[in-house]
C-alpha cells in the first residue's frame, strides 16, 4: 500500500518515531493513524524489553524547582552512552520527570520498591504514575517510547522530593 508523505508526517510528530518506522506501520496497517500508533507503541515495549539487561552507566541529574522556591527534587535518569545523556530528548525527559515527582509526591519507584507486605497505590510509585503531561500514558510508558527512540537502555535510578518545612520528622 503507498503511504501519503502526510500521513507519515502526522504519525512521525505525534510518535517521535524514524520516518521509516512510520512508514512500515502505516503500511502493515493500511493507513489507519490509531491502530499505526498502537504497533509503533508496541515495538517500543519490545524494544525496551530487550535493552533491560543492559548496563546504564552513563546519565545525568535533573533538577527542578517550583515558583516559589517551596518544593523540588532531584531525579537521576541513566543510559547506556554519554552522546545520548546530552540530547536534548534525554535532557526534557529527565526535567519532565523531575516535575513529576514535585507534581504528584511519589514514595517509590517502582512497586518492587515498596516494602514487602505494604499496601500501597499506583499513585505512590512514580513508574506507575500517569505522566502530568500526557495523563495517558504512564511514566513507564515514557521511559520506554525514549529507549526505542535512542535505542538504548533508560532507568530513572533515584529521585528525591523536598518541600520547605518538612523533612519527615514533622509529620
Known sequence: MQVSTEAIKALREQTSAGIMECKRALQETDGDLIAATTKLRERGYEIAKKKDNRATGQGLVE???HTGGRVGALVEI???SDFVARTPEFEGLAHDLAMQVV????CYLS???APEGQEFAEEDCLLLQPFIKDPTKKVQDIVAEMVAKVRENVKIRRFVRFELGLDGRDE
Do not use: F, K, R
Not at 507534581?103 to 511519589?106: G, K, L
Open 63 to 65: 533538577s527542578y524547582v
Open 78 to 80: 541513566n543510559c547506556e
Open 103 to 106: 507534581a504528584t509526591c511519589p
Open 111 to 113: 512497586p518492587e520498591d
